[in-house]
Structure formats: structure tokens, C-alpha cells
């Protein structure tokens, strides 16, 4: 009820405000635009205004502007923008005629000029902006706009991001910088650290942020006092819109079709009748009057019978043609100042969308110790999945900005968003530990995240100069993942070698239900000042600031079986080889038949809390062509974890541990400008990576795909890096860039994904390695090709060369190989092809990714003397082309047409491991054997957009 009621509060905001309705009276038509006087570049948001009326307007991303009604006679039209000085320019306006082409030119102010912090209240939303602002940056950095994004079909930050040098993205929805995985990245939203959705690794879920939210994504690639330190990859900081341009209202509508997934039947599990809102209200928690834990040995005969029939029992399977993706999505913009000069800002935006996934045909396989006297491999798993899944989510977003006088700027934001999964997984084939068998397993998984973020941000200029300012956050997020009542039904049968499958005679295993829930509060607030301060005859910038952060979480899973020990052997024997929607009918299900008992491992369950506080002080040294910015940040961390170790469901022993760090952190950022156009940046800073709650808790989960358990390590250290940075930078034209740099890293006790050998299934976990090391070169470049005569192309292409070492400790017994790290590409290759005419209103783009080949899956050492004949393989994704085509043409102000294809080509993804061996020779030998493959199809797409 909370979330429908949340829903509520945001509609009723929306049209509250689309209440405030503007009206004019008859009048002329003056239209031009408003450009930099010294760059030519457009400004984009200015405030144009016939003097001492109401009839006003603002500029958009062309810098264009509109003036409608005009009263007839001598007129002052009137141009302000934040940093720039006022313009006056007199029109004389006649009866029945209009004034067009009227070009405004704008200068900087000079004394603003001196201030980088006026930068904050400008647009970042245009590449143009975003360019400047990167070449005005003390740190080595990349990023995207949304004029760059709405030229995609990007739907989510995942995919936005991929478009950014160095970044792949893993699982859609994780993201990996400079080789390096999710663990090794932090993510804030609009100044504050975003909640985690994820119940088993350390990570921000990109699929949950909606890319028409998105104003800009920065990722800082070299450490700086003012950041947070708990990152070697890259500190992404997302933007997300405040600040309207002006008062409209945008209605888009997106359908459209997956080449695996409509032209095939669904097979899902019936939901509850909000899973179209994208989360269960009544159909799969648990039963009214569920004790803590369930002990069926102490509890009444009825009440076992009472509980075991409570349980949700719609177990039916329903196929059918799934309709077209559906996307909605709803802007509200409201751009007013009142008579006192205050300049506010409201945006709305809702977003809706109900799509389906289908995959089938899967190979999905687990490989022991390959056997060299066969020459072939050894399936411990050999089986093939269909997965059928149906996504729903839910957005909003309502941001407010108050700007005061010039000098004082509030904002008050909002973002929730909320995605619910039904998912159903079929998968048969042979499991070959302890002996060949024959099984099949289905999995119905209901998955629901939801994640608020608020804050409340205050910029204020200290004196009249504008030379100290002051900022500060205060910001809640909040972050909920519920699996309610996940159901895993195994079936297998007795084989050997040869036989056929279809004669097999299947029997139930087992019947399990899993309901697990997550919820995490981040409580922070934070201080920043900046001044300006003489120092002979530099002008030197001085930054200091205080941040601190509450986080708590609170993990609870519950596992159940069902239990036919009390039935006959006769009874056995037709139970156990019934559908599984007849083994749940309630005629079976009784006390003194089959019944419901609770096998949860009581350590599974933590709660924990972290405190976080920090501190820097830096100051920014300009010295004719160099640029030096160096400083100092301490951090405190505290994280307690609390969990139950008794095994008793009548019994409790709390246990808790607790992990302190206290680390001083320096950090230089060092540029040479040759001139205007180029630069040179060099970069030292240490960082660090603590590890995550679920990475030192005692919790155990079993994730079907993998087939295999994830478990924490208590032991696990924090890791400092070094960060080292080189980059060239030139910028031909405004609006382009090309690029050229190279980094370097050392990793102490880098954290690791393994697994461990549980006896017929793995368990991975986490552990620290001894060292690393990373290095790597990246180039961008965005450049307009008019010089070659291709008017309105442009061209973006990026790319990067990673190589990657991982060194374990070998004083124990095995001996554990050492490798590259996990996730990381040797290398990364972006471009993009971007046509734009605007006497048209039609803009294409051409977009290509691919990746080297990247560990995915860690494997095993065996051996004590570094015998890779005895060891399991690490596990790659190989590379994989994709193309995506995407082309929008406006029709006047009011209708854009967009449409476009998503994986053109179509490429398998495929998972390989590359086992080795000596032969009766002595010769090395390598052969390769696939984990797992798949067609993932292709995405067509079209959608409508109506602007008011």
C-alpha cells in the first residue's frame, strides 16, 4: 500500500502543477537566438524577456528562442543567464509584423569568470557543455550527456554507460571501469552515495535508473580530496534534470518487439493483480500467523496443516503470445520567477514500462578436472534452460530548484524506481556427481527492487564578489529487494550411458520455497567550501569539506522443503511421479501426509550498520601554463555485523564483529595547457576498497543460474591502490575532443571472487589475493566531419587496451594460479556514426561495441606443485560484435518519430573455459570446452513523442 500511496503523492504533484496554466494576450512574433559573443556556442537556457511585462521565454538547445504576444510599439528585449552580463537591445514592433533571425550575443562576466563554482548553476545537459566542463576539470575524466543519449535507444543507465571510454557492463546492470569490476566502483546520484539492490554483491544496479532521468553521467578516473575514496575503477557521479529550460509537457509512447521473444510462446507463473505495478501486494508472502522459525517438531498437528495449506498453491504454468514491449512516459516542466526576482524550477517525470524476455535453448554446463588419458572433458552438469521472464517498472521523478538573487541556489529532488521480475526457468539434462542422473528443474522467481533517493542541496555565494562559496547536502535514500516465495522443484531419474532420456520414468527430489528480503537506510549529510585566495601574485582556490553517512541494512531469507516422509510406499510411489500441480493439492497436503517444515539456516540472516565520516582540505596552484592541484583526505569507517549462530530454532546466540578503518589519503592532479586547444594531465592519488556487508557476512544463497551457493568471507581486508594517470588531451573544434592517455594501478590484498569445493556443488566467496597490478592506454576521440564535406555527421570513437595480474599468496598447498582479474577485457572498442540536420528535424545514429575476452567465472586450483593438468579453468566471455541503428525525425514543434534496432548482428553469447594438459609426450595441450551459450535476439523498436 505504501508504494501505491507514494504513486499517488507524485500524480497529484503533477497535476497540481500542470494547473499553473500561462496565458497572453494578441500581439507580434519576435524570434532569434542567443549565442557566447568570444566562442559562438549556443546558450542554452537563457532568460529572454520583454522588459516590464510578463511575456518571456527561454532559450533551448540551440540557443533559439521565441517571443510571442508582443505588445505593438518600442520595446527593450531583455537577455540574462547566469556569469554573463546583461543585455539590453532595443526593436521597435509593428501592427500584423514579426521580427526573425535576431541574434543576441552574450559576454561573460569578469568577475564570474574567476568563479568555477558559477559552473553549478549552468546546464550540463548538451555535449557541448559537458566537453567544456571536462577540459575545465582538475581530474582525469569522462562523460555523456543527454543530447548524447536521447541519439540512442538507450533505456537505462546500464546502457548508457557502455557508451563512456573504458566502461563494459556485466549482467546488464553492473558496471566494470578500466577492467575492473563492480566492487571496485561507487556511484553517487546527484551528490549522495545510491543505495544497493543487491543481496549478494557490493554493487549499484544500472537497470533501475531510467536514461530519459539522466542529465549527465561523469566517471572521475583519478582520485581527488573531495570524492570519496573507496573506489579504483571509477567514481561515477549521475546528474539527474532539475533546472528547466521552459514550461512544456512531453507525452512519449515506445512499443516494440524482441525477435526471440513475441513470435514464441511465454510460459510464466500467474501473478498477483498488481505485478503490473511492478511489485506483489497478496498472492506470495508468507502465511498469516508464520512464527519466526517453524518447528514442526514442537508445533500442534493442525497448525503444521494449517500452515502447509496457507501457502500461495497456484503452481499452474501459463502459456501464451506475449504483446508488444509497452513503454510510457510522462514530463511535466515549469520554469516561472517571481516578482521578487526568485527563479524556480519544477520537473516531473514519469516513466512506465512492460516488457517481456524470452531465451531458450540455453546450454548451461558445469566441467570438472578435464580428463587427459580420454582427451575429452568431464560434464558434472550438462544441461539446457528456456528462461521466460516479464519485467514491469515504475518511475518518478520531481525535482525543484529555487535560485535567489544570484548568489543562493536551493534544489529539493526526488527519484523512486521500482522493477518487478517474473521470471520462470525450465532446465533438463544430465548431472553426472555421485552418479549419472537425469534432471529437470524449474525455478518461478518473483523479484521486486525499490529505491528512493531525496535530498535537499543549498549553493550559496559568501560575499559580493562571488569568491567563497559554501554548499551543502543533506540527502536519505532508501533501497528494499523482496524474492517472495521462490520456488525450486528438482525431478530426477537413474541413467547410464547411452540410454534414452524419454524412457526414463522422472521422480520428484525435492520441493523447496525460498522468501528473502533486503532493506537498506542511508542517512548522510555533507559540507563543502570554496574560496578564492591571493597569494603574491597567484590566484590560488581553496577547498574543505566534512561529510558523514549512516547505513544500516537488514537481511532476512527463510528456506522450507516439503516433507512425504509419512507417506506409504504405495502412496510414495504414485506421489513422488505426479506433475508437481497436482503434487500441491490439498488433497496431499496434511501433517500426516506431505507438509511444509523450515530448513533456514538461522546464520543467513545479519543485520549490520556502517558510520562513515571524512574530511580534506586541497588547494587548486595555477602557474602560467601549469595547474596544480593537490590535497589530503582522511576517512573513518566503522561496519558491525550482527548475526545469530545458533542452530536451534528455541535458542539464540548473537554474535557481531566489528571492522574499523582509519586512512589518510593524499592526491595530486597536475596539467600543463600548451595552449587553448591542448593539454596535458598527470595523476597520483591512493585509494582504497573496503568490503561490503554481504562480503563478510556468514550468509549463504543459492542462485539457480549458477547452479552453486555465494557465500561471504569474515576475514576479508581492505584493499589500498595506487592510482597513477597520464593523459593528452586536444580539442580541435568546440564540441570535439580527442584523447590519449595511460594508467597504472597496484592493488594490496585485492578482493577476489573464488570457490570452494563443498562436496557435489561450489560455493563461491570472496578472499583476498596478495597483490595486482593494472595497466592499460585509452583513446577518445568526437569529432564533426564538415572538414571532409559530411555535413551533420559526427563521429565518437573510443577505445581502450587493458592488461591485468592477479598474484596469490603460495606459501600454502595448492598452489592458485595467478591471472588476470575478474571481469576485466583486455580491451574495450566503442564508435558511434551521428548524422543531425535541423532544417529536417532528423537525426541517426550508428552505434558498435565489442569486448576482448573477459573472465566471467573464477576456476580452481588442485595442485601442489603447478600442475595445470589438475586444475578447473577460469571461465571467459568471448567477444561479442553489437550494432544498434536508431533514426528520429521531428514533424514541426509538437510530434518526433523515433525508431530503431538494438544487436543488429545477432551474435551468440557465448562462455568458454580453456582447459590444459601434458600428454604422454610431455607436450603441452589446450583445449576449450563451452560453459554456457545463447541467442539473445534482436530489439525493434518505435515510439511517438508529443511536446506542449
Known amino acids: 500500500m505504501y508504494k501505491s500511496g ?27 537566438e542567443v549565442r557566447d559573443k568570444k566562442s559562438g556556442e549556443a546558450i542554452i537556457g537563457a532568460t529572454v524577456q520583454i522588459e516590464n511585462s510578463s511575456v518571456a521565454t527561454a532559450t533551448d538547445l540551440d540557443g533559439k528562442f521565441s517571443l510571442k504576444n508582443i505588445p505593438i510599439g518600442k520595446q527593450t528585449i531583455v537577455c540574462r543567464y547566469l556569469s554573463y552580463k546583461t543585455v539590453r537591445v532595443p526593436v521597435n514592433v509593428k501592427q ?98 545510491s543505495p544497493s539492490l543487491e543481496s549478494d554483491s557490493r554493487a549499484f544496479s544500472f537497470d533501475m535508473l531510467p536514461s530519459s532521468q539522466i542529465e549527465n553521467m561523469i566517471i572521475y578516473k583519478s582520485p581527488a580530496p573531495e570524492i570519496p575514496a573507496d573506489f579504483a575503477g571509477g567514481f561515477i557521479r549521475i546528474s539527474t534534470k532539475s533546472l528547466p529550460l521552459r514550461n512544456s509537457i512531453q507525452i512519449g509512447y515506445t512499443t516494440g518487439f524482441n525477435t526471440n521473444t513475441q513470435f514464441v510462446k511465454t510460459r510464466l507463473n500467474p501473478g498477483s493483480t498488481t505485478d503490473w505495478l511492478g511489485f506483489d501486494l497478496n498472492k506470495r508472502p508468507l502465511p498469516n500467523g508464520m512464527p519466526s522459525h517453524m518447528d514442526v517438531t514442537g508445533s500442534d498437528p493442525a497448525e503444521v496443516t494449517r500452515l502447509t495449506r496457507s501457502f500461495n498453491n497456484d503452481w499452474r504454468v501459463k502459456s501464451y503470445y506475449p504483446i508488444p514491449d509497452q513503454r510510457l512516459s510522462l514530463t511535466i516542466n515549469r520554469r516561472f520567477e517571481t516578482e521578487g526576482g526568485t527563479d524556480i524550477g519544477m520537473t516531473t517525470y514519469i516513466n512506465y514500462s512492460n516488457t517481456y524476455k524470452t531465451i531458450q535453448d540455453i546450454t548451461n554446463a558445469r566441467f ?117 516465495d521462490r520456488r525450486i522443484v528438482v525431478n530426477q531419474a537413474g541413467m547410464s550411458d547411452g540410454v534414452d532420456v524419454s524412457q526414463l520414468k522422472v521422480g520428484n527430489e525435492s ?43 537488514n537481511y532476512t531469507p527463510r ?76 576517512e573513518y569507517n566503522r561496519l558491525r555485523m550482527k548475526w545469530d549462530k545458533s542452530q536451534s530454532a528455541s535458542q539464540v546466540l548473537m554474535t557481531s564483529r566489528n ?50 551457493e555465494i557465500g561471504g568471507n569474515e576475514n576479508l581486508k581492505t584493499c589500498k591502490i595506487d592510482n597513477l594517470d597520464f593523459r593528452y588531451e586536444f580539442y580541435p573544434q568546440r564540441g570535439e575532443v580527442i584523447s590519449l592517455g595511460i594508467f597504472y594501478k597496484y592493488f594490496k590484498n585485492p578482493i577476489e571472487w573464488t570457490f570452494i569445493d563443498m562436496g557435489g556443488s561450489l560455493r563461491y566467496n ?54 588476470e582479474m575478474q571481469g576485466q577485457s583486455p580491451y574495450i572498442v566503442n564508435a558511434g556514426l551521428y548524422y543531425q540536420n535541423e532544417k529536417w528535424g532528423l537525426m541517426s545514429s550508428l552505434l558498435y561495441n565489442r569486448l576482448g575476452k573477459r573472465i566471467i567465472g573464477i576456476g580452481k586450483s588442485n595442485s601442489t606443485t603447478n600442475d595445470v593438468s589438475v ?78
Do not use: C
Open 6 to 32: 507514494l504513486l499517488a503523492v507524485v500524480l497529484g504533484f503533477v497535476f497540481s502543477i500542470h494547473a499553473l496554466g500561462i496565458t497572453a494576450s494578441a500581439g507580434s512574433l519576435i524570434t532569434g
Open 96 to 193: 500584423g509584423e514579426s521580427i526573425a533571425g535576431l541574434e543576441i550575443e552574450m559576454e561573460e562576466d569578469g568577475v564570474a569568470l574567476n568563479e568555477v563554482v558559477v559552473s553549478t548553476y549552468r546546464r550540463n545537459d548538451t555535449e557541448m557543455s559537458l566537453l567544456e566542463g571536462m577540459k575545465a576539470q582538475v581530474q582525469v575524466a569522462s562523460g555523456i550527456s543527454s543530447q548524447q543519449i536521447a541519439k540512442t535507444l538507450d533505456r537505462d543507465a546500464s546502457e548508457v554507460v557502455k557508451r563512456v571510454p573504458g566502461i563494459s557492463v556485466i549482467d546488464d546492470r553492473f558496471v566494470v571501469v578500466r577492467g575492473l569490476s563492480q566492487r571496485y566502483n561507487n556511484v553517487w546520484i546527484n551528490g549522495n552515495s
Open 368 to 484: 570438472g578436472i578435464y580428463s587427459s588419458d580420454a582427451d575429452k572433458p568431464v560434464y558434472l552438469n550438462d544441461y539446457v534452460d528456456n528462461q521466460y521472464s516479464n519485467d514491469v517498472r515504475l518511475g518518478a521523478m520531481h525535482n525543484w530548484a529555487f535560485v535567489f538573487d544570484g548568489k543562493n541556489k536551493l534544489e529539493f529532488r526526488n527519484l523512486f524506481n521500482m522493477l518487478g521480475k517474473n521470471r520462470l526457468t525450465e532446465r533438463s539434462g544430465e548431472r553426472n556427481v555421485s552418479g549419472l542422473t537425469y534432471r529437470e528443474e524449474t525455478e518461478m522467481l518473483y523479484q521486486s527492487r525499490l529505491s528512493y533517493l531525496g535530498q535537499l542541496t543549498g549553493n550559496h555565494f559568501l560575499d559580493e564578489k562571488k569568491l567563497h562559496s559554501l554548499a551543502w547536502n543533506m540527502g536519505y535514500s532508501y533501497a528494499y529487494r523482496t524474492e517472495p
Open 511 to 553: 520441493i523447496k520455497r525460498y522468501f528473502q528480503s533486503l532493506s537498506d537506510h542511508v542517512f548522510s549529510g555533507s559540507v563543502d567550501y570554496k574560496g578564492t585566495v591571493p597569494m603574491g601574485e597567484i590566484l590560488s582556490t581553496v577547498k574543505g569539506g566534512l561529510i558523514s553517512e549512516y547505513r544500516t541494512r
Open 559 to 634: 528456506e522450507f522443503i516439503y516433507r512425504y516422509e509419512n507417506l506409504s510406499l504405495e502412496e510414495r510411489a504414485s506421489y513422488l511421479y505426479l506433475p508437481y500441480e497436482e503434487m500441491m493439492s490439498e488433497d496431499w497436503l496434511s501433517v500426516d501426509k506431505v507438509f511444509i517444515d523450515e530448513i533456514t539456516d538461522k546464520k543467513n540472516a545479519y543485520e549490520a550498520y556502517n558510520i562513515y565520516g571524512a574530511g580534506y582540505g586541497a588547494m587548486e596552484l595555477p602557474m602560467g601554463k601549469f595547474n596544480v592541484y593537490a590535497g589530503l583526505r582522511l
Open 659 to 708: 571492522y574499523t578503518d582509519l586512512d589518510l589519503l593524499p592526491s595530486v592532479n597536475a596539467t600543463y595547457n600548451f595552449d587553448e586547444r591542448n593539454l596535458l594531465r598527470l595523476a597520483y592519488g591512493r585509494s582504497l576498497n573496503r568490503a561490503e556487508f554481504r562480503e563478510v557476512s556468514p550468509a549463504v544463497y543459492y542462485d539457480f543460474d549458477l547452479f552453486n
Open 766 to 819: 570472496y578472499e583476498n589475493a596478495l597483490s595486482a597490478q593494472s595497466f592499460g592506454a585509452e583513446i577518445e576521440i568526437r569529432k564533426s566531419l564538415d572538414f571532409l564535406g559530411m555535413r551533420g555527421l559526427s563521429l565518437l570513437l573510443n577505445a581502450t587496451l587493458i592488461k591485468s595480474r592477479v598474484r596469490f599468496d603460495e606459501s600454502g598447498i595448492v598452489k592458485t594460479e595467478d591471472r
Open 871 to 948: 586444475n578447473i579453468p577460469d571461465t571467459y566471455e568471448l567477444p561479442r560484435n553489437s550494432l544498434d541503428f536508431t533514426v528520429s525525425k521531428k514533424f514541426g514543434k509538437l510530434v518526433e518519430l523515433k525508431a530503431g534496432v538494438k544487436d543488429i548482428i545477432g551474435e551468440k553469447v557465448v562462455y568458454k573455459q580453456y582447459p590444459q594438459f601434458y600428454d604422454a609426450e610431455g607436450k603441452l595441450q589446450k583445449r576449450e570446452q563451452t560453459t554456457k551459450s545463447y541467442k539473445p535476439g534482436r530489439s525493434v523498436s518505435v515510439g511517438i513523442t508529443f511536446s506542449f
